[in-house]
């Protein structure tokens, strides 16, 4: 079996530039009542490298991501961000290393009761108290146009579609310009077309931004588009970590099965 | 399969056989389930109550989020608070009469009407209508936000949301209930004297003079500010049912009833105890 064990994890070592890497999780284990969800995951991203999480509904990808930020704890195993570990940090400790990174949720989670000029603004408002509002404005203008939404400004959540929805919702990730990006399955839900043009905007952002990114989907085609590197998670494992071509030619049955299906 | 009975002697290793069998009974089981329940609930709440005090005291303070639940919970509660309070009012005040009459007691009226409001009837109204609206709303809002991932968003934001939302809104739920009794108290008086004078008339100073004859402080203002404690009871709970709901529209509805279910009971064996603490303390 093709497993990632013959990836060398060294979550506290160095990458190729010196730095550790920015995101590293070594052994992570977390389990829900009566399902074991992650049993022994390890893996590392570097700045200005994207890597896909692929597996079935259920198979623990959005746990993962959750637990990447921060808003799920694992059970045991190191989460480290930057080189530092955040798997026991408390809710406060939290928001420094929170800070350095955007999170796409699946369903956008924008603020329902904000418009759209207010959701980009939110990040800004919390955490660049000097800027004044006119600047805010001007930086929040500069993030919709970014993703194709500034006409949307003054537009409410709800009265947008799905695909608007995503454009703004990695508007307000970008706001503090993290170096790491996690997408929760950019563009499920959406028709083709929306799909495909959320792809070029992760890519574009990808390459102005040079963030290290961490994108769940179930969408292959989305996954081979935007990600130079790929894993396969099942029954909790990493069933094989590589490009989208290595993939395609493993001879393991389920990663088989997975492609054929997709 | 493994049947109740055994799984619980099994897992308790009991030294007596026989207590294994009552343990293992379905309503001693089910005693069990609901204590341990209970006791869970209660840790939880404390944990969240500890988050919130936390992040209520270190800054940055959300003064602006504060200001806005003042408004939400203070102004747009008036209404509703003012007219259950001036229903009060009539009500007390037809019965005292029709009681007061029979005993030949009537000059006592004013006086009757006027410590029933201001002692009891003014704060649990307002406690248990603000229960009603508050407990359902903050219940519900919190609840929505926590299913649709708005609530995950605000951490991912590095904001803390005990900060930005559940300390806002128990503070202003602390701050404006016994305002909120204040104004269900004078409209209770204004509409006691209203009914009185419809009877027999008599002008709304000599009510008050008449009512509050031998009244001190000690009777107006420790039952208006007990419903502080009420604030702090129908906002913790609220925000902590609200923020643990789980699953869609089913867990906003269960958030928003439960939220009102548990803020009114906790606000009523609350009143037991304060009302007796302040015969204690304010004699």
Redesign the interface.
Same mark, same amino acid.
Request: no cysteine; charged share 25%.
């Given at each position: 079996m093709q497993t990632l064990d013959r990836v060398a994890i060294n979550p506290g070592g160095t990458g190729q530039d010196g730095n550790p890497p920015a995101v590293a999780l070594a052994d992570l284990h977390k389990s829900f009542v009566t399902q074991n969800v992650l049993n022994g995951i390890s893996l590392t991203v570097s700045r200005g490298e994207t890597l896909a999480v692929l597996g079935r509904s259920g198979s623990g990808k959005s746990v993962l991501l959750?637990i990447v930020?921060?808003?799920q704890k694992p059970d045991s195993g190191s989460v480290l961000i930057h080189g530092r570990d955040i798997a026991g940090l408390a809710?406060?400790q939290?928001?420094?290393v929170?800070?350095k990174?955007g999170?796409l949720? &699946?369903?956008a989670?924008? @603020?329902?009761s904000l418009t759209v000029e207010q959701n980009v603004a939110?990040?800004l408002q919390?955490?660049k108290?000097e800027m004044s509002a006119s600047e805010r404005r001007g930086r929040v203008l500069e993030l919709l146009a970014e993703v194709g939404m500034e006409r949307a400004l003054e537009k409410m959540p709800s009265d947008i579609s799905g695909g608007m929805q995503k454009r703004v919702g990695l508007a307000?990730a970008l706001a503090?310009e993290p170096d790491i990006l996690l997408l929760d399955e950019p563009t499920a839900g959406l028709d083709p077309i929306s799909a495909s043009e959320i792809d070029d905007l992760v890519l574009k952002l990808q390459e102005e931004h040079h963030m290290a990114s961490i994108v769940v989907t179930h969408d292959l085609h989305s996954a081979k588009t935007i990600a130079g590197r790929l894993i396969l998670l099942h029954d909790g494992k990493i069933e094989i970590e590589g490009a989208f071509e290595e993939l395609q030619h493993s001879d393991v049955e389920f990663v088989r099965e997975f492609l054929k299906h997709s | 399969m493994i049947d109740g009975k055994s799984e619980t002697a099994a897992g308790l290793d009991l030294p007596l056989p026989w207590l294994g069998t009552i343990l293992a009974f379905p309503p001693v089981r089910a005693s069990k389930n609901l204590i341990y329940g209970f006791l869970e609930w209660f840790g939880e709440l404390a944990i969240f109550f500890w988050?919130v005090v936390r992040?209520a005291v270190?800054p940055?303070f959300e003064f602006r989020e504060l200001f806005r639940q003042l408004d939400e919970i203070g102004s747009k509660s008036l209404p509703v608070v003012a007219l259950a309070g001036g229903a009060i009012g009539v009500v007390l005040s037809l019965e005292a009469r029709h009681s007061l009459t029979r005993f030949g007691a009537k000059s006592l009226l004013p006086a009757a009407v006027v410590f029933a409001v201001i002692d009891e009837s003014g704060p649990i109204i307002t406690g248990l209508v603000a229960s009603g609206r508050l407990g359902a709303g903050i219940g519900a809002e919190l609840a929505?936000?926590k299913v649709? +991932? &708005?609530i995950?968003?605000? +951490?991912?934001?590095?904001?803390?949301p @005990?900060r930005l939302l559940a300390a806002p809104r128990i503070l202003a739920c602390i701050l404006m209930l016994p305002l909120l009794t204040l104004a269900a108290d004078f409209c209770g008086l204004a509409m006691g004297w209203v009914t009185q004078t419809l009877a027999e008339p008599v002008t709304f100073s000599r009510f008050i003079n008449d009512g509050f004859r031998g009244a001190t402080f000690n009777d107006l203002l420790p039952p208006a500010f007990k419903t502080a404690v009420f604030g702090l009871i129908i906002g913790l709970i609220a925000c902590f049912q609200g923020m643990r709901t789980r699953g869609g529209a089913e867990g906003v509805g269960r958030a928003a009833t439960s939220s009102v279910v548990l803020s009114s009971l906790f606000v009523i064996v609350a009143d037991v105890v304060l009302v007796k603490l302040i015969l204690i303390f304010f004699p």
């Open positions: 959750k930020i921060g808003l809710l406060d939290l928001g420094d929170r800070m990174m999170f949720f &699946q369903h989670a924008l @603020y329902d939110f990040p919390h955490h108290r307000r503090l | 988050r992040a270190t940055p929505s936000m649709t +991932e &708005q995950d968003a605000i +951490e991912a934001s590095a904001v803390n @005990y």
